[in-house]
DNA sequence: GTTAGCACTCGACCGGGCCGAGTGCTACGT
DNA sequence: ACGTAGCACTCGGCCCGGTCGAGTGCTAAC
């Protein structure tokens, strides 16, 4: 059956089956039988009825069979189904919940290690790969820009709100003196308070009236704040417990892993992945294997959310795992740590 | 055998037919028989005799067997006889050389970022991962030190003479005013010219001297300093092209695997690696496999070659592939990458 | 609609036989 | 003393067939 199809309701002894299905093969990772359904799910019937349920929700495409006597195995509309029948707010354990609660009350004011750091937190939560993308600079406003005279080079230097900070060394132009380093300080000096992407726009005005000299020298200015904004370096994807997936894995195709690490190591392709993939509403979004060709390649789950400042989303945070994989448990950790996480980019935005 | 017992000298023979079997070897992953060398190691001499001379050679430690009707592999000691007995001058393929130069050609002025090329320019050109160790900030002059206050935090920035930008982000002090800061800079200013550790011991003088409210701030310039040149924040390794690392590693345990690619993860564990494994003084420093205990546990070799700024050693870069390694071109192409690096890092040091 | 019963399917596992690579030894030649 | 030819021997890899057991799917009865 098509994947994707539209599939109907199930009916809820259909649904606790399924259910039943995906959280026993995914404690064991092997398949699973009427059998052991019919004595641990508690339906109170026998594994033959079951077994009729087990073939209609294969024949619904929810389920699928290695080969004839085997056990079922969910596939990824099974997983689908079964995650978006789970009740909203997952427990967490009082062991993580107090992971959690630990780091985050002595995490340090810089963004960007709170997310090394949150990731790390959540790859040990979960024992999957913690992934987060940080937020861009675009819309923070800038409260210095600098022209550093280094001898042989210049280094231009931009600082946000937020605590960013973006570096740029150029070669030393010809004819620099201490003159125009300082006319072009004192222009630069006018777009403080600005935002990253205006004051680029503003510095390539500047630059077209700005005499010869000063003309290469804003330029390059504007030229940092392009590349901190958008572009390879700009954004980046933060990650941890990579070696998790290695773990996981077991009965991954060496092929397909190999294949995984070697996107991981492309930024910007995970980059990608991840846009794609937190694209949705609510709090939390669930790809599940071949919902994304990427995914789907690596035979592997991503849950996301968002982290916001007040309403405004700044970036995203979640964990990527095996299709088979302990949603429920997942979903929480990624709720909470992205709660915890916008509480405080919100207290250091103000 | 005891695989780090003194062995004498091997005969002419004896080490053509090592180097034959290592060589055939590490082209095909396979056991290597007696008649594959009698046949293409060009010796003129028949198997019969090349059987003799293997067995005395694995009697030596240099080789062993899988199974009695196996052909050989070389063992790591072999593959340092090898390794050792190998032409200082390893020659670069053309195709490599163009990669070297053209790389070097259009590199940046930051040395962070070339690093990072650097690796990949290795791990592409060896099919290995590559690794690298940046120069510490230590004996670096600072050019600036600088305190900007943020509103709700400050942010404190040291600039360094090649280009490094340290910053920390700290809670505003309670009693904090323009004056105060103002005050503290101007003792900040009285650093320039000094190296990070001057400055820090510097700095810790000056707070034990000055007022109250200096005193934080100033000893908050200190940490950060210290940090910046110890520690786990100070010192890091780049890697790259780590994926191929799961490509070669066929013959490898997963769990093996697993706990590689762990480790990987922890910097300062590979860090302390990198270190003990290039503590040589030649210009190349080879460690193969059961030489160090940590590349030994992952079955792997490590090259690295020193760069440096004239005569000083400022880092180090290499790569690291299973112990079953083209170690020729691996050797030839690290020693040309470090080289390459060692002229920008001079130049750049002017 | 549910259940018990049962034949059937198919992978996992085991043991045996065969094959072939490659050794190690011995006896011979130079 | 060294090199060589010959040959028995070893051992892993592979294929085959048989057995076992899990689990299905169907049918007939409740």
Do not use: C
């Amino acid at each position: 059956m098509d994947p994707m199809a539209e599939r109907p309701e199930l009916g809820p002894r259909k649904s606790a089956v399924l259910r039943a299905v995906v959280e026993a093969y995914v404690r064991s990772g092997e398949p699973v039988g009427s059998e052991t359904i019919a004595e641990h799910a508690g339906l109170g019937v026998s594994s033959a009825t079951i077994r009729n349920e087990l073939a209609a929700l294969e024949e619904l495409g929810y389920l699928s069979h290695p080969h004839t006597s085997a056990g079922r195995i969910p596939t990824d509309a099974g997983y689908r189904h079964y995650v978006d029948s789970l009740p909203a707010g997952g427990r967490l354990r009082e062991a993580q919940r107090r992971a959690i609660a630990g780091y985050f009350a002595e995490v340090m004011v810089d963004l960007e290690e709170v997310l090394k750091g949150s990731v790390q937190l959540l790859s040990r939560m979960t024992q999957y790969a913690g992934l987060a993308v940080p937020p861009n600079a675009s819309d923070e406003p800038l409260v210095r820009l600098e022209l550093i005279d280094m001898g042989p080079t210049v280094l231009i230097l931009a600082i946000g709100q937020h605590g960013r900070v973006d570096k740029r060394v150029i070669d030393r132009p010809e004819h620099l003196d201490a003159k125009i380093l300082a006319d072009a300080e004192v222009r630069l000096q006018g777009l403080r308070g600005l935002t990253y992407v205006e004051a680029q726009a503003r510095l390539l005005q500047l630059a077209a009236e700005a005499s010869r000299d000063q003309h290469d020298l804003l330029l390059n200015v504007a030229e940092l704040l392009r590349t901190s904004t958008q572009g390879e370096r700009a954004s980046h994807v933060v990650m941890g417990g990579v070696s998790n997936l290695a773990d996981e894995a077991q009965q991954m195709r060496r092929e397909t892993l190999r294949r995984l690490f070697e996107t991981l190591e492309r930024e910007q392709e995970m980059l990608h992945v991840l846009q794609d993939v937190s694209s949705t509403q609510g709090d939390l979004a669930v790809t599940i294997g071949g919902e994304h060709p990427s995914t789907g390649a690596w035979e592997t789950s991503i849950i996301t959310a968002p982290f916001k400042t007040g309403e405004t989303t700044i970036g995203t945070i979640g964990v990527m795992g095996p299709t088979r994989m302990d949603y429920l448990s997942a979903m929480a950790s990624v709720r909470a740590v992205a709660k915890r996480l916008s509480e405080l980019a919100t207290e250091l935005d103000q």
